[in-house]
């Protein structure tokens, strides 16, 4: 199951008297150092890039996948592939949702719940002025 991270930053970290630096990613209160990545500038901008397009998983405490600039937790041993087809059709789906949402919204009637019957109710058509 893919869960979304919603406190997380991941930036260069600029070295002194160098045009490279290393990737800091810090969730919650927790900072991950990755020393191991010297990049530039505009290797990390590209890096960044490339996470619009394909996740890039990292392996922090947990499976961890940065895709369109959001990170999200792995519980399931996925792919890239299976990453991207989730979200794209999360994504589709909240969309869908939206869009049904405003189609009611704009429906010139609304359905109200209004008591009667010893509090039985009944579902009433109403006509929006």
């Excluded at 990737?23 to 505009?42: A, F, P």
């Excluded at 937790?73 to 405003?102: H, M, W």
């Amino acid at each position: 199951m893919l869960t979304r991270v919603e406190n997380f930053s991941i930036t260069l970290v600029p070295h002194f008297l160098s045009k490279r630096g290393h990737v800091r990613i810090v969730i919650g209160k927790r900072i991950w150092e990755w020393v191991g990545w010297r990049l530039t500038s505009e290797e990390f901008n590209q890096f960044l890039a490339e996470g619009q397009i394909m996740p890039f998983r990292f392996r922090l405490d947990k499976i961890y996948w940065l895709f369109e600039d959001k990170l999200y937790k792995d519980s399931e041993g996925l792919t890239p592939e299976d990453v991207k087809a989730l979200l794209i059709t999360r994504k589709k789906q909240q969309q869908s949702r939206i869009n049904r949402a405003k189609t009611i919204a704009e429906s010139p009637t609304v359905t109200r719940y209004t008591p009667t019957n010893g509090g039985k109710g009944s579902r009433t058509l109403f006509p929006m002025m």
